[in-house]
């Protein structure tokens, strides 16, 4: 079954650069069936799209956040990152991985999430 | 970007009951209109593709119907477990921006 797993420090200093990671396990992350986005949750609050990164190697980004923002697939590790820099405490967030699928004609979605790792800004 | 509201924020229901969450999209979206249940401390799941299309392993009680600007999300017959907060989500063009969403609590 596969599954989604966030890691990462739970708590950053203002200024400074968040980094994730999203552990795929029971696929591959070069699997040309889904693309790989990052989601966040403000605590209390709903979701906001961070961004999504394609096989292709195309990348979208929230332009709130497009300056601060990076996304990559390393195929050697299996993973997905997600790095936000000069954050604040506005930035405090669940942040979820999830894993997208096309659904043909009906369009695309989120159809796997990771658990969701809380991050904290502060200092 | 495409701004995507729900109505209501909060409503109040009955095990058994049949609601209706709404979703208005600031621009055509066509059909291209996903629906997501979140529980409390829990990742969201997704629950409709394609405005009205059923994910696999959802159950039948929850029904998707719209497109262009307006969706709506019906759940037939509340279980105690569908108490939950809902999003909607576009995915008609970048960013795929989700809804405020609608909190969903027992009378």
């Known amino acids: 079954q596969p599954q989604l797993q966030e890691s990462g420090p739970g708590l950053v200093r203002p200024s400074e650069t968040l980094s994730l990671t999203c552990a795929v396990s029971?696929?591959?992350?070069?699997?040309?069936?889904?693309?790989w986005g990052w989601i966040r949750q403000p605590p209390g609050k709903g979701l906001e799209w961070i961004g999504t990164i394609y096989y292709s190697g195309s990348k979208y980004f929230n332009p709130s956040l497009k300056s601060r923002v990076t996304i990559a697939v390393d195929t050697s590790k299996n993973h997905v990152s997600l790095e936000l820099n000069s954050v604040t405490a506005a930035d405090t967030a669940v942040f979820y991985c999830?894993?997208?699928?096309?659904?043909?004609?009906?369009?695309?979605?989120?159809?796997?999430w990771g658990q969701g790792t809380l991050v904290t800004v502060s200092s | 970007d495409i701004q995507m509201t729900q109505s209501p924020s909060s409503l109040s229901a009955s095990v058994g009951d049949r609601v209706t969450i709404t979703c208005r999209a600031s621009?055509?979206?066509?059909?291209?209109l996903n629906w997501y249940q979140q529980r409390p401390g829990r990742a969201p799941k997704l629950l409709i593709y394609?405005?009205?299309s059923l994910h696999s392993g959802v159950p039948s009680r929850f029904s998707g119907s719209g497109s262009g600007t307006d969706f709506s999300l019906t759940i037939s017959g509340l279980h105690p477990e569908d108490f939950a907060t809902y999003y909607c989500q576009q995915s008609y063009s970048s960013p795929h921006g989700f809804g405020q969403g609608t909190y969903l609590e027992i009378k």
């Open positions: 029971g696929d591959s992350v070069s699997n040309r069936t889904y693309y």
């Open positions: 394609g405005a009205s």
């Open positions: 999830a894993r997208g699928l096309w659904f043909g004609d009906f369009g695309d979605a989120f159809d796997l």
């Open positions: 621009q055509s979206v066509s059909k291209f």
